[in-house]
């Protein structure tokens, strides 16, 4: 049966709905910001929560359980603070099955908690210290997951809302009133999910100190963007510190790429400070090198875990983490960190490094710290570490969104910190009107989206360069020497083109062009529907190129945007050095596979670049158990018998063997043979692992998928 999406039915973007029943409003899928969407269109938060069923295993790159195309569906935390502190209201969440239930637990545990066993803290004294920032007068103690919200599964009869029934059927959710069926919303999720709000693009004008703010609001601001911010020092590449949601896209308007990342730090797990984390791992096409300290590391893995259906153990392996505990310093790609645990309702840590300082998230008073030093709360060391966190940086980032749990400003306060550092950039906050004393104008600025800061002398850059970048984190043309691809940075034309503006048709004809992003998001539309959005050096155009066939999709300017045109003769030289013409074929056929048919084509052919063809004799056997793994196999045609682990016969194309041993550097954990002449496609070791710092997100698929 096809929806039923009647005048109940609220739609809104990035498929959230919100049915209207005699129990109230029930929402029905909450990614990231749903709250700021609803609260955008004048609708209370809802009460009831229905979460979509998991995206099952390998059914396409970068989804699983909670997760769709990197973007978590099941990003509730600030509807349940809506409706607690608001309204003095548990939250219903329901999931389809038990399994989803308990994952989701444990997740909220650790976000609104911290972890559950003391063991997992740095000591007893900081899971003290955050139950007296975490305290709520009206239960006498800081508030769990257990006061907050009820998770209920529609497996077990969690469906019954007073008057209502919603029903799960494999391919929708039922609402019925006394019986009566009232609406029917798709469980699907298909549309490309883009944020509410973004930064507009400024003139950077790059210095030895620069930060440029993608967010500097909370989760409750309709009109902003949580707190998130770059930090470039010197010519270096830019530092990501906590990750807003939809952060490709916001990346995107900025004229960046999540591949220019140098590191990402993330100060705590509130999900106003990690909802982008999900997309950027996945699908940043780059391997994300992550700073944070160990416990909220461990808590990381178990959040992303239960996102993702994985164990810890596994998600582990999808980036890089480099430990910045408070008390020891971290010496890590040229900078150096220190961190101090922040007074926050979980672990948090306040950062500083190379002349800037983050107070995470910090609730700073210091006639309440004193107060707490007095009362026995804080040891002496402890009140001297956070007196002293930011002494003598350069610029100082800090929280003032107020409340029990952040900083709230008074003059008297503006002028303690101030006196920390050059500049105090106060961010977390909706309100743009914060008094500041005259003698601090100048000294004391609030952070907007968009918002620039600059310290020093001025960081030399040109144009040339900023192209050559371009083509260095696009993959297909990475594959060049540098100084080839310098060359056809210089010979390359700009194209700029406003928003809205249509740069190529689907069915047009190739003039035998492919382009790059150099700036902007594209919009790409397959049969007038959008399938993805593409920023910052991502590649177009090659497959028409190629073979001089009409485009398979439109392409139109999102935003005001440039691309780097690399004309016929250009290409031709770059198809012929790199044997794209030789990985066509291989790119067509990765393309008519259905997991990987929401791929870019371009990730297909730098995919297809690293197979080689094989035919294989019946009674071949391509691997043994037991043997390190140098190889991965690809099923195209014929029946492969395996034997270890588990037992089988395989004859479905696109099946795979080895990879995930090939990609460890383990032993093989079964045989392999050729029960008939057959076809695969093999892929080296270090051929995988390019791909894994790339695309973590194909690799997790091709592990998923991995008969071995």
């Not at 399994?99 to 066993?117: D, F, K």
């Not at 992303?304 to 890590?332: I, T």
């Not at 003032?400 to 008297?412: E, L, N, R, V």
Request: proline content about 6%.
């Amino acid at each position: 049966m096809k929806p039923l999406l009647t005048d109940r039915v609220h739609c809104l973007p990035n498929d959230i709905y919100v049915v209207t029943t005699a129990a109230g409003n029930i929402l029905v899928n909450s990614p990231p910001e749903s709250l700021k969407f609803l609260l955008a269109q004048g609708l209370p938060p809802p009460a009831y929560v229905v979460l979509p069923p998991d995206a099952p295993a390998g059914s396409e790159p970068s989804s699983r359980g909670f997760v769709r195309r990197g973007i978590n569906y099941a990003s509730v935390e600030f509807l349940i603070y809506a409706n607690f502190f608001g309204q003095q209201r548990k939250v219903t969440l329901i999931t389809v099955t038990a399994a989803q239930a308990i994952r989701l637990y444990t997740l909220l545990r650790e976000t609104i908690n911290g972890p559950a066993a003391l063991a997992e803290w740095p000591g007893a004294w900081l899971q003290q210290e955050c139950a007296t920032v975490a305290f709520y007068p009206p239960l006498g103690r800081a508030p769990t997951v257990d006061d907050m919200v009820t998770i209920v599964a529609l497996a077990e009869g969690g469906g019954d809302v007073g008057p209502v029934q919603i029903e799960y059927d494999g391919s929708d959710f039922r609402f019925l009133e006394h019986g009566v069926e009232i609406a029917r919303v798709p469980a699907v999720i298909n549309s490309v999910a883009h944020p509410l709000a973004v930064a507009p693009p400024r003139p950077l004008v790059r210095q030895t100190i620069t930060l440029q703010f993608i967010g500097g609001s909370d989760g409750f601001d309709p009109t902003g963007i949580t707190t998130c911010f770059l930090a470039y020092l010197g010519a270096g590449q830019p530092l990501l510190f906590d990750a807003a949601a939809y952060l490709n896209v916001r990346l995107a308007h900025l004229g960046l790429s999540p591949r220019q990342l140098d590191l990402v730090i993330i100060s705590h797990l509130h999900e106003d400070h990690i909802a982008g984390l999900p997309e950027l791992i996945l699908t940043g096409g780059k391997r994300v090198q992550l700073v944070t300290a160990q416990p909220i590391y461990r808590s990381l893995l178990r959040v992303l875990g239960a996102m993702l259906d994985l164990p810890p153990a596994e998600v582990a392996e999808l980036f890089d983490f480099y430990p910045l505990d408070p008390g020891q310093p971290l010496d890590v790609h040229g900078y150096r960190f220190e961190a101090t645990y922040a007074v926050h309702s979980i672990p948090t840590i306040a950062v500083r490094v190379g002349g800037i300082g983050y107070s995470g998230d910090m609730r700073y008073d210091e006639a309440w710290l004193e107060h707490l030093h007095q009362s026995g709360q804080l040891s002496a060391e402890r009140l001297a570490a956070l007196r002293q966190f930011a002494e003598g940086v350069e610029v100082l980032v800090h929280d003032m969104g107020g409340g029990a749990i952040h900083t709230t400003p008074t003059a008297q306060l503006l002028r303690e910190l101030s006196a920390k550092s050059r500049r105090l950039v106060l961010a977390h906050t909706s309100r743009q009107d914060w008094e500041v004393a005259n003698e601090l104008a100048g000294r004391v600025e609030v952070a907007v989206s968009g918002h620039v800061v600059g310290l020093g002398e001025v960081v030399a850059d040109d144009e040339q360069r900023q192209r050559f970048e371009t083509l260095t984190i696009c993959p297909i043309f990475a594959r060049l020497p540098a100084a080839e691809r310098a060359e056809l940075a210089a010979q390359c034309a700009v194209l700029t083109y406003p928003a809205g503006y249509t740069i190529a048709y689907e069915g047009d004809h190739s003039d035998g062009s492919a382009y790059v992003i150099h700036h902007g998001i594209v919009e790409i539309l397959v049969g007038g529907e959008l399938v993805r959005l593409l920023g910052r050096g991502n590649s177009l155009g090659e497959r028409g190129a190629l073979i001089g066939e009409p485009r398979t999709s439109t392409m139109r300017a999102h935003s005001e945007m440039q691309l780097l045109h690399i004309a016929p003769d250009l290409f031709a030289g770059v198809a012929r050095r790199l044997g794209l013409h030789e990985a066509f074929a291989r790119a067509e056929w990765l393309w008519q596979q259905p997991a990987l048919a929401q791929l870019p084509w371009a990730t297909l052919l730098d995919l297809a670049l690293d197979f080689v063809p094989r035919a294989v004799p019946a009674g071949t056997t391509l691997c043994r158990q037991g043997e390190l793994g140098a190889t991965g196999y690809l099923l195209v045609s014929g029946r492969l018998a395996f034997t270890g682990t588990t037992t089988g016969i395989s004859e479905r194309s696109g099946d795979c063997f080895g990879m995930r041993a090939a990609l460890r550097g383990e032993p093989y954990r079964m045989t392999v043979t050729a029960l008939t002449d057959s076809i695969v496609w093999i892929i080296d070791a270090p051929a995988l692992q390019r791909h894994y710092l790339i695309y973590p997100d194909l690799l997790l698929h091709l592990q998923t998928i991995d008969r071995s």
